[in-house]
C-alpha cells in the first residue's frame, strides 16, 4: 500500500503562482511513475503532468510554459510548480503514483485562481 498526501493549494490571483506538494510513503517500487491530475466542477479529471523516475516529464498542452513537475526520489516527494496561473487553472489537484499493476491516489488539494 502507499499514502500520498498532497499540500501546498490555496487562492490566488491571476498571474501568480502556487507550488504542490506531493509526499508517498509506504511500498514505494524504485521504478514507478508520478502524475498530477485535476478536476475542475462539472469536468472530467484530466492529466495535467507526468515525471518518471528518471525525470522523463510531459505535459497537458494548456500548461505547458506555466507548470514545471519535479520530483526528489530521495524524498518520495513530487512537485507541480504552478505560474501564471488563470482562472481556468481552479479545481481539485490529485497526485498519482503507478507502479508495476498498483496505481494510487492522493486525497486531493483544492487550487482556486481568481481573476
Known amino acids: 500500500q502507499v499514502l500520498l498526501v498532497e499540500s501546498g493549494g490555496g487562492l490566488v490571483q491571476a498571474g501568480g503562482s502556487l507550488r504542490l506538494s506531493c509526499a508517498a510513503s509506504?511500498?514505494?517500487?524504485?521504478?514507478?511513475?508520478m502524475y498530477w491530475y485535476r478536476q475542475a466542477p462539472g469536468k472530467q479529471r484530466e492529466r495535467v503532468a507526468t515525471?518518471?523516475?528518471?525525470?522523463?516529464?510531459n505535459y497537458a498542452d494548456s500548461v505547458k510554459g506555466r507548470f514545471t513537475i519535479s520530483r526528489d526520489n530521495g524524498k518520495n516527494t513530487v512537485y507541480l510548480q504552478m505560474n501564471s496561473l488563470k482562472p481556468e487553472d481552479t479545481a481539485v489537484y490529485y497526485c498519482?503514483?503507478?507502479?508495476?499493476?498498483?496505481?494510487?491516489w492522493g486525497q486531493g488539494t483544492q487550487v482556486t485562481v481568481s481573476s
Open positions: 509506504g511500498s514505494i517500487f524504485s521504478i514507478n511513475i
Open positions: 498519482r503514483l503507478t507502479q508495476a499493476t498498483e496505481g494510487y
Open positions: 515525471i518518471t523516475t528518471r525525470g522523463t516529464t
